[in-house]
């Protein structure tokens, strides 16, 4: 699943591409929206700009419309030049946006609406969102609270997934913040100090503010998908193993996080 400095990308592409024009051309291929009107409800209307919220996408339309995204597991945005080759077949296109010699398409599906402004506001999905990791000002205040109100047996992995206590963390980010701070992510989080769970939390922004600059090549690569390597640390043995309800993958060294 794409996580939240993908999405924050993402949202910088877009915006330098379209934002402030009124796009040439708006395109719906995918037959899910066939009938929803869109490229008739966004002509003319000048895109305002674009914005990030954990793992969401919105991008803001003159007279209070706005385009709301999740990825999900298939899904994908794509920039490129007009002209130039997309980075999916033409098929999977759902959403096509043409101006200013860019293409916008958005790949896949699967959450992809058009919305009123007021609408937006009020989406459960984005209210009950805890605290941007990649935000402008993090809330820590909002993030150790809402930690102490969730259950004191969850491990601190699986509380780090979820999205109303941080947003934008994903399997990735949550398996490398807990190696490089040395942190058991099976540890139950009422065992987890608030200076504990704010240097993992600060430890992931810095280094997801440099992917969303960098792109995946910055990413860090010590534990992640490495289940049987060597640990670069100590040598021990690098594990994977379903965590949580949706038992997300976890990797981590049992031999130095503890």
């Known amino acids: 699943m794409p996580e939240g400095d993908t999405i924050h990308r993402a949202a910088l592409r877009i915006g330098a591409?379209?934002?402030?024009?009124?796009p040439d051309e708006v395109q719906t291929p995918h037959p899910r929206h066939r009938f929803d009107r869109w490229p008739e409800r966004l002509a003319g209307r000048q895109l305002l700009g674009t914005e990030a919220r954990g793992k969401h996408l919105l991008i803001r339309f003159e007279g209070g419309?706005?385009?709301h995204s999740h990825l999900r597991m298939t899904g994908a945005w794509?920039?490129?030049?007009?002209?130039e080759?997309?980075?999916?077949?033409?098929?999977?296109?759902?959403?096509?946006?043409?101006?200013?010699?860019?293409d916008v398409v958005q790949f896949d599906g699967p959450v992809l609406e058009l919305l009123t402004d007021v609408r937006a506001r009020s989406l459960p999905q984005?209210?009950?969102?805890g605290p941007d990791v990649l935000g402008e000002r993090f809330d820590a205040g909002a993030f150790l609270?809402?930690?102490?109100?969730?259950?004191?047996?969850?491990?601190?992995g699986d509380a780090l997934l979820d999205q109303?206590?941080?947003?934008?963390?994903?399997?990735?980010?949550k398996s490398e913040a807990c190696f490089a701070c040395r942190a058991d992510p099976w540890r139950p989080i009422g065992e987890v100090t608030d200076e504990q769970a704010l240097a993992l939390v600060?430890?992931?922004?810095?280094?997801?503010l440099e992917a969303v600059r960098g792109g995946v090549g910055a990413r860090p690569a010590a534990v992640y998908r490495r289940a049987g390597m060597p640990c670069p640390r100590c040598g021990g043995t690098i594990r994977s193993r379903g965590q949580g309800d949706n038992n997300r993958l976890t990797f981590w060294c049992p031999a130095c996080q503890r």
Do not use: K, Q, Y
Not at 17 to 22: C, N, P, Q
Not at 145 to 156: I, V
Not at 164 to 173: D, E, K
């Open 202 to 208: 600060r430890w992931a922004r810095e280094r997801m």
């Open 65 to 67: 419309l706005v385009l």
């Open 78 to 83: 794509g920039v490129t030049r007009t002209g």
């Open 145 to 156: 609270r809402r930690m102490h109100e969730d259950d004191p047996t969850r491990s601190l």
């Open 164 to 173: 109303r206590i941080v947003a934008g963390l994903g399997n990735l980010w």
């Open 17 to 22: 591409a379209l934002a402030g024009t009124v």
């Open 126 to 129: 984005l209210s009950r969102l």
């Open 85 to 102: 080759r997309w980075r999916r077949a033409r098929s999977r296109a759902w959403l096509v946006m043409r101006g200013g010699g860019f």
